[in-house]
């Protein structure tokens, strides 16, 4: 598995916004909802936007965890509801 790869992996299960870093510099900042796994492309649901944009893999130079992760933990959940679901 390449780098760029498992970082895609890691982007897919995190749950907030995401940085993109294209290999020509550009940058582009969103919420990664889907992937082709060891594929051609990833796609992001921009920030503040309903807009979604397709980026190749092969463009990809890194990926930032730049938002906050809106998923809990157990452990979180628990103490904010004191045990009740």
Same mark, same amino acid.
């Given at each position: 598995?390449?780098?760029?790869?498992?970082?895609?992996?890691?982007?897919?299960?995190?749950?907030?916004? +995401?940085?993109?870093? $294209? /290999? =020509?510099?550009?940058?582009?900042?969103?919420?990664?909802?889907?992937?082709?796994?060891?594929? @051609?492309? +990833?796609?992001?649901? $921009? /920030? =503040?936007?309903?807009?979604?944009?397709?980026?190749?893999?092969?463009?990809?130079?890194?990926? @930032?965890?730049?938002?906050?992760?809106?998923?809990?933990?157990?452990?979180?959940?628990?103490?904010?509801?004191?045990?009740?679901?």
């Amino acid at each position: 598995m390449t780098d760029i790869q498992a970082q895609i992996d890691a982007a897919f299960s995190y749950r907030g916004h +995401v940085t993109a870093v $294209l /290999k =020509n510099g550009e940058t582009v900042e969103g919420y990664l909802f889907n992937r082709e796994r060891g594929g @051609d492309y +990833v796609e992001l649901i $921009l /920030k =503040n936007s309903d807009e979604r944009r397709k980026l190749a893999v092969a463009e990809l130079e890194k990926i @930032d965890f730049s938002g906050k992760d809106h998923a809990e933990t157990h452990e979180q959940f628990m103490k904010r509801t004191g045990g009740k679901s």
